[in-house]
């Protein structure tokens, strides 16, 4: 009977980390950290867009990364002044521990001076990216 109960209580327990886990995974979130953080075009390894910037850390074999890239590069091709990057994680080891960039992919959306006004960690959908677009806008 003890192994049951034991036995239910891990599938409980289980189920309740992937139920919070699923929802905030990609989940856009309004940056909270004191100060303002920018990133600049020489960090990015290209211009900032004239509205708007979203910053995509990957990595190589990372599968939601790919679907990540097409989400962005759509919400990009839509809205004029807004540009998509992608920077590889594994080359840049020193930006991602000072933005505390924990899992690919890993989003930013930049105002036009490169302020981060918002960010996800995980697969964004779109509406959600579009909606942070209007923040940074």
Do not use: N, W
Not at 5 to 16: M, T, Y
Not at 44 to 60: D, N, W
Not at 83 to 105: M, Q, W
């Amino acid at each position: 009977m003890t192994g049951l109960v034991v036995c239910l209580a891990v599938l409980l327990a289980a189920s309740a980390y992937g139920l919070v886990h699923r929802r905030r995974d990609g989940r856009i979130r309004v940056r909270t950290k004191d100060g303002d953080e920018r990133l600049t075009a020489a960090e990015l390894g290209g211009p900032l867009g004239e509205r708007a910037t979203l910053v995509q850390f990957s990595s190589a074999f990372c599968a939601p990364c790919r679907a990540t890239r097409r989400v962005l590069d759509e919400v990009a091709g839509m809205v004029d002044g807004v540009r998509h990057v992608e920077i590889d994680a594994e080359a840049h080891l020193e930006l991602v521990r000072r933005l505390s960039v924990l899992k690919t992919p890993t989003v930013f959306v930049l105002d036009a001076d490169g302020a981060i006004v918002r960010r996800a960690a995980g697969q964004p959908r779109k509406a959600d990216v579009i909606a942070a677009l209007g923040a940074a806008v």
